[in-house]
């Protein structure tokens, strides 16, 4: 790969590949500088674009549901279950967003041994297109934030 310095860049360049490298040089503060490297991987993965999972009922989260939306479209009252992490681990600090696309109620609901932070304990999405945020804080302990009701 050529190296490119950033005045050569335009705002229209072409997309970032993950095996493009970033070299960032660091004033190591003895009169030399520590050479760092960042990915394309590494850096899209903090500013991606997110994804979606569309279910149709009752839903437990998966690990593939890490940092994307999950919504639910349904006529009927539904849930999106939070999963122990001895079943499921997700990494602390994973958010998911939860969006309730059809008319029927989306709650937040979880399994025996997981704890939820959530205002008032309001863990049910107000109405359709309403989106809940859910946040792992520790092993067995999420935040839930959002249009929410109790």
Do not use: C
Not at 24 to 50: F, R
Not at 70 to 99: D, H, R
Request: no cysteine.
């Amino acid at each position: 790969m050529a190296e490119i310095r950033i005045s050569q860049l335009t705002a229209k360049a072409s997309s970032l590949a993950d095996t493009d490298e970033f070299a960032i040089a660091e004033d190591d503060g003895a009169g030399s500088y520590v050479s760092k490297k960042i990915t394309g991987a590494e850096l899209k993965g903090g500013l991606t674009e997110i994804e979606f999972n569309t279910q149709s009922a009752t839903y437990t989260l998966a690990l593939t549901d890490q940092n994307k939306m999950v919504e639910i479209n349904n006529g009927s009252a539904n849930e999106i279950i939070i999963p122990l992490n001895s079943a499921v681990a997700f990494p602390i600090g994973t958010q998911i967003l939860v969006a309730q696309l059809g008319t029927g109620q989306t709650s937040i609901g979880k399994s025996f041994g997981v704890n939820l932070y959530a205002e008032g304990n309001k863990l049910k999405i107000v109405g359709q297109y309403g989106i809940a945020t859910l946040i792992k804080k520790s092993t067995d302990l999420w935040y839930v934030a959002g249009n929410l009701e109790a």
